[in-house]
């Protein structure tokens, strides 16, 4: 039996581990594996390797070692800063965010928790495009405002906010700016200070590192409360013994993105224009979001009278593996709440399919990619009672 070809194209959902993260981990694990709290001289020799990639992530976001806090991930990045700036903001009489409408859930949710807490949140309409302005910032900003939480780039559609004229707004206003950047790092040149951003969260699986270890950067001044009680580690700032080989392995991994990043880049961005080129072919088809200001490896698409689900079902069948949206999302039925805060019909929404590649993807799987993609689609189609509707001009093409 011939073996299936598979084309991983899902990379916003998680990342295939490189060699360099692996290979940075091995110590870690039977070798240097002493518990950095304790004071004997194995655990000294584990605590000095922790403090080395604390040291070695800060300078390549251009961050001092002691603005760096190691977490399980993004979510829980996201979830601590944002609590952490509530409070504050709390403490001072300033109950007020500022967010926009297609954030991460792990943001959103966080914020409706809060909203059942007392606090007010204003979510910004993002434009058609995925982009929303510093000065749309500026214009909702109060005395009461509290914090700016605005994510660098989207997860689903890839559009890349102006977070730097962002950051400088909030700076102004002396309000604290806190940006998802999972799908940012390691993959966007990002400097913490030349960007004015004061707390930043990161997932190291969304650059080739380990899953369940990610971190977050709070400015010094920025005051941060903790989400996990239970020992000092992390400065006081997060209980639980620290996961050595997995900030080992993010370390590396996020060091040989940094460095080969430009080149990266450009290979990303050439492959995704051939594939939104060879996609935008099929009738009554949309990219969505900017075409500019979009992550290198982004391609986010809707076509119209066909379902998501059954698309992505048919083409795993082909060894085409993508999504329709975040994995996080993947179990519901209901359309993107990123798309539908583009402005896009639940009936256009419902048929998205996102693509997103790494630097490991090759010209030969995008032309894959956009031959199969066409047939699946007319498959689906010609089994649609919507599709023979808009065929037949009894309903209005959205599209």
């Known amino acids: 039996m011939k073996e299936q070809k598979i084309v991983y194209v899902d990379n916003a959902a998680t990342t295939a581990m490189s060699d360099a993260a692996i290979a940075a981990m091995q110590p870690y694990f039977k070798q240097i594996y002493g518990n950095p709290s304790s004071l004997h001289t194995v655990g000294q020799v584990a605590k000095e390797a922790l403090d080395s990639a604390r040291a070695q992530i800060a300078q390549l976001i251009g961050a001092k070692p002691n603005e760096i806090y190691f977490t399980s991930g993004g979510s829980e990045a996201d979830n601590q800063a944002i609590r952490s700036a509530a409070i504050s903001g709390a403490l001072k009489g300033k109950k007020h965010i500022i967010s926009t409408a297609f954030e991460h859930h792990a943001v ?3 914020l409706k928790k809060l909203e059942k807490e007392g606090f007010e949140v204003t979510y910004l309409d993002v434009h058609s495009n995925g982009l929303i302005t510093a000065e749309e910032v500026q214009a909702a900003i109060r005395p009461d405002t509290a914090l700016v939480t605005i994510m660098f780039a989207n997860n689903e559609v890839g559009t890349i906010q102006p977070i730097r004229e962002i950051g400088a707004v909030c700076k102004a206003n002396k309000v604290v700016f806190h ?7 390691g993959h966007l040149p990002i400097n913490v200070v030349d960007d004015n951003i004061d707390m930043l969260s990161a997932s190291a699986h969304k650059f080739h590192g380990p899953k369940g270890v990610g971190f977050l950067y709070c400015r010094t001044g920025v005051r941060l409360f903790n989400l996990i009680e239970g020992g000092a580690q992390e400065r006081n700032r997060r209980g639980g013994t620290e996961n050595i080989a997995g900030v080992w392995g993010m370390a590396a991994a996020l060091k040989e993105a940094v460095e080969h990043l430009p080149e990266n880049m450009a290979k990303e961005t050439a492959l995704r224009d051939r594939l939104i080129a060879g996609l935008s072919k099929i009738e009554h088809s949309k990219v969505n979001g900017d075409l500019v200001n979009r992550l290198p490896g982004n391609v986010n698409m809707c076509f119209e009278g066909i379902e998501g689900e059954s698309l992505l079902l048919l083409l795993d069948q082909k060894g085409i593996c993508a ?3 975040s994995a996080c999302t993947s179990g519901s039925l209901d359309p993107s709440h990123v798309l539908l805060a583009l402005g896009l019909p639940h009936e256009v929404a419902h048929g998205s399919l996102r693509l997103s590649l790494s630097e490991w993807n090759t010209e030969e799987e995008i032309d894959y990619i ?10 689906l189609r010609s089994i649609s009672p919507v599709w023979e509707a808009l065929s037949k001009g009894e309903t209005p093409h959205l599209i």
Request: net charge negative; no cysteine.
């Open 108 to 110: 959103l949710h966080t």
């Open 179 to 185: 940006t998802d950047a999972v799908q940012a790092i």
């Open 323 to 325: 999504s329709s949206g």
């Open 370 to 379: 956009i031959a199969e993609v066409p047939k699946v689609v007319e498959y």
